[in-house]
């Protein structure tokens, strides 16, 4: 494939649904005793789902398909079936600008919008330069840090379903789409946090191997609007055609994988823990940041060797060595510029001069980091740094793996041991607390409890809003008394 092709299959998400999958989701939804009047399908490309549409949806009175793809559109209006069934429409229009209101006729119509938006995210779109993107704004109303970092970042399906939901809360409608499993959840999300109406929802998971040559956990998104219906819950499927399901929902505006385990443990629940899981050291620059100890001496990501002094240098633990036990010695190393975020790094200066000349020299890189969380700030700052960075015992796990593997770690040659930002810790001053606290986290409740909340199926399962939904001071207290 050339690069302006392969160009074009990211940027508009071209990874087409083949006649097989689109039959078996339509059947599925007949089964699920869909009945639409119009079905419409935003992103068309080449047909196959209008194709199953027209065979399988016998009482529908119009079919309407979207595309924006010149090419497709000509391959579309040459299909005999398609052009022979005059229940079917297909217009070229762009999802991000088209009038979709003008498509229905009135309230009383029954709307389906099926199909499969693009799998691509916005972040993504911009490493490519591509234009297939809504207008940019932060939609999901983040709030400082969150907002300039990868909280920000989204899938454009997630985009792009989140209008049609909204546009579908004025119908007894339908919406059967697929998509990846964590889209799924966070228009389950932001249905639940905008109070709109939804009678049924439920996930069917599909092979995406099988079907579209890629591993990303995905499923069929199916959702029943009602204009007086609120029942915010997902029951998930393990394929399409399984008869049972485990219930996702809500216990304090906080979504849960397993309703059933979490309802047994959810008196360790609180909203805002008093202890705080924090993430590791970000820097966006390793080559220069991250050093690595042998016998010619500190050698940087450049290959260098570097002659810098011990003042600013801490032993580096990656997410792998957490996860797989390497914690009691390192030969990597990270500089650490600030002991709390925004504070000045002129003091390198004088307490550590070949320290300043060396991040000077290499200046061009440290300056031209793109995260937006560095603009005005001091030269050389770093993130995910503080107080509880330079404790002496922490307990860590690394978000990446899909596991509860709590580990205690202790300095490292006599100096604070640093994480990269795929590890979340805690920090203690007491050896003693830290083994005290470990033991918690290992109990078989603590572990049911964490494992009921987390979505074992994400790219990074353990996040620390779920970490820091465990009240550990009760913890320890029901533990010791209740156990």
């Given at each position: 494939m050339n690069n302006i092709k392969h160009k074009q299959k990211i940027e508009f998400g071209d990874f087409q649904t083949p006649i097989e999958l689109a039959e078996i989701v339509t059947k599925k939804l007949v089964s699920l005793e869909v009945k639409p009047d119009i079905i419409i399908e935003p992103?068309?490309?080449?047909?196959?789902?209008?194709?199953?549409?027209?065979?399988?949806?016998?009482?529908?009175?119009?079919?309407?398909?979207?595309?924006?793809?010149?090419?497709?559109?000509?391959?579309?209006?040459?299909?005999?079936?398609?052009?022979?069934?005059?229940?079917?429409?297909?217009?070229?229009?762009?999802?991000?600008?088209?009038?979709?209101?003008?498509?229905?006729?009135?309230?009383?119509?029954?709307?389906?919008?099926?199909?499969?938006?693009?799998?691509?995210?916005?972040?993504?779109?911009?490493?490519?330069?591509?234009?297939?993107?809504p207008q940019k704004n932060n939609f999901k109303h983040y709030q400082g840090l969150d907002a300039i970092t990868g909280k920000s970042n989204f899938?454009?399906?997630?985009?792009?379903?989140?209008?049609?939901?909204?546009?579908?809360?004025?119908?007894?409608?339908?919406?059967?789409?697929?998509?990846?499993?964590?889209?799924?959840?966070?228009?389950?999300?932001?249905?639940?946090?905008?109070?709109?109406?939804?009678?049924?929802?439920?996930?069917?998971?599909?092979?995406?191997?099988?079907?579209?040559?890629?591993?990303?956990?995905?499923?069929?998104?199916?959702?029943q609007f009602n204009l007086n219906k609120k029942r915010y819950f997902c029951d998930v499927f393990s394929n399409i055609d399984s008869p049972k399901y485990q219930r996702i929902g809500y216990y304090n505006q906080t979504l849960v994988r397993d309703l059933e385990t979490?309802?047994?443990?959810?008196?360790?629940?609180?909203?805002?823990?008093?202890?705080?899981?924090?993430?590791?050291?970000?820097?966006?620059?390793?080559?220069?940041?991250?050093?690595?100890?042998?016998?010619?001496?500190?050698?940087?990501?450049?290959?260098?060797?570097?002659?810098?002094?011990?003042?600013?240098?801490?032993?580096?633990?990656k997410g792998s060595d957490v996860a797989n036990g390497k914690i009691h010695s390192t030969t990597r190393y990270v500089l650490v510029t600030q002991n709390n975020i925004g504070e000045s790094t002129d003091k390198i200066k004088t307490l550590a001069p070949k320290t300043w000349n060396y991040l000077f020299r290499y200046s061009q890189y440290l300056d031209n980091r793109k995260s937006k969380i560095y603009k005005n700030k001091p030269r050389f700052s770093i993130f995910g740094v503080g107080d509880y960075s330079f404790k002496k015992?922490?307990?860590?796990?690394?978000?990446?793996?899909?596991?509860?593997?709590?580990?205690?770690?202790?300095?490292?040659?006599?100096?604070?041991?640093?994480?990269?930002d795929t590890v979340y810790f805690i920090?203690?001053?007491?050896?003693?607390?830290?083994?005290?606290?470990?033991?918690?986290?290992?109990n078989k409740k603590i572990l049911n409890f964490y494992s009921s909340l987390i979505f074992w199926d994400e790219k990074r399962p353990i996040k620390a809003s779920i970490l820091n939904k465990l009240d550990l001071k009760n913890a320890k207290y029901h533990l010791k008394n209740f156990n």
């Open positions: 992103t068309c490309g080449i047909g196959n789902f209008l194709l199953a549409s027209s065979k399988i949806f016998e009482f529908a009175t119009k079919i309407i398909g979207i595309e924006i793809n010149p090419i497709y559109l000509q391959e579309l209006k040459q299909n005999p079936i398609l052009s022979n069934d005059s229940r079917i429409i297909i217009r070229q229009g762009n999802f991000f600008d088209f009038q979709w209101s003008n498509l229905t006729n009135s309230l009383r119509d029954r709307v389906l919008v099926l199909g499969n938006f693009p799998w691509v995210t916005n972040s993504k779109q911009g490493f490519i330069q591509g234009s297939n993107l899938d454009i399906s997630e985009w792009m379903l989140i209008k049609t939901v909204d546009w579908l809360q004025n119908y007894n409608s339908y919406l059967g789409m697929l998509c990846k499993n964590s889209v799924a959840r966070k228009i389950l999300n932001y249905i639940q946090n905008k109070n709109l109406n939804l009678f049924y929802c439920s996930t069917y998971k599909i092979n995406s191997k099988k079907y579209f040559q890629t591993n990303v956990e995905s499923c069929l998104l199916f959702c979490f309802s047994q443990v959810n008196y360790f629940f609180i909203k805002k823990s008093s202890t705080k899981w924090r993430s590791g050291i970000k820097h966006d620059c390793s080559k220069v940041m991250e050093l690595s100890k042998s016998n010619a001496g500190l050698i940087n990501g450049f290959g260098e060797v570097i002659d810098i002094e011990d003042k600013f240098l801490y032993p580096l633990l015992w922490k307990i860590a796990i690394c978000g990446l793996y899909k596991k509860l593997d709590f580990k205690l770690i202790g300095e490292i040659n006599n100096k604070p041991t640093f994480f990269d920090g203690f001053d007491s050896q003693k607390e830290a083994i005290q606290t470990l033991d918690i986290l290992a």
